[in-house]
């Protein structure tokens, strides 16, 4: 079967940096998604990896290891805003979104 | 810029009775789907469709029914409730050339 892991809650502190880690068996790989979703609000999309490797978008980094079925979300000078769930999805061999559960990220100050 | 358009935000609905849930886009994505997301489970696909006239089943698509008649619009029936149906929906289109997927706010449905 199909499956992603992550982490179901961490804890981190303002202006630190914290790793989401998530692992997939999939059947088949056509790019791996990070989404954002505040507590109540629709997820939105945070960054994309489908080759190897790292992906830097300001404070927020994505990196991607096809081989071990393994991708991070690094996330750098930690504010309170940051505060939501991260989602980690995989598409498949059929271009279809597998999802992770989600991973609740609690920043205090 | 409206993106993708949901309705009813909320809805308390009797089990047995018929519901739609609406959405709408205007973004021109040939690609729709709709989710529901649970409490401790990720998003789980029920329905999709790649394009205006075609639809395909997801991982959890008993109980439910769609209908694709045109590009903007995508609405999810539920053709008799039941208390498991009880869920936040969200509706989702997607972009041909990334894949990104942009979701409405989602639509809160309690079947007693």
């Known amino acids: 079967g199909q499956n992603i892991d992550q982490p179901t809650e961490m804890t981190a502190t303002e202006g630190a940096i914290v790793q989401i880690n998530c692992t997939y068996q999939?059947?088949?790989?056509?790019?791996l998604f990070w989404y954002q979703q505040h507590a109540g609000e629709a997820p939105t999309f945070l960054s994309y990896n489908v080759l190897d490797g790292l992906e830097e978008k300001g404070r927020f980094s994505s990196f991607l290891s096809r081989s071990k079925g393994y991708s991070y979300l690094l996330l750098k000078e930690l504010q309170m805003k940051d505060s939501a769930s991260y989602l980690c999805?995989?598409?498949?061999?059929?271009?279809?979104?597998?999802w992770g559960a989600g991973t609740k990220l609690i920043i205090k100050p | 810029i409206a993106g993708i358009t949901q309705a009813p935000t909320s809805q308390i609905l009797a089990a047995g009775r018929r519901m739609t849930l609406r959405c709408t886009q205007d973004?021109?994505?040939?690609?729709m789907y709709w989710y529901r997301q649970d409490l401790g489970l990720g998003l789980r696909l029920i329905h999709y469709?790649?394009?205006?006239?075609?639809?395909g089943k997801g991982e959890v698509p008993d109980g439910y029914s769609v209908s694709r008649a045109n590009t903007d619009d995508f609405p999810l029936t539920l053709a008799s409730a039941v208390p498991s149906q009880t869920s936040v929906y969200f509706c989702?289109?997607?972009?041909?050339?990334?894949?990104?997927?942009?979701f409405g706010e989602g639509s809160r449905l309690t079947v007693l």
């Open positions: 973004m021109r994505h040939n690609a």
């Open positions: 469709s790649n394009t205006a006239g075609t639809t």
């Open positions: 999939t059947s088949g790989f056509n790019g």
């Open positions: 989702a289109s997607s972009d041909r050339a990334t894949g990104e997927l942009f």
């Open positions: 999805a995989v598409r498949d061999s059929n271009y279809q979104l597998i």
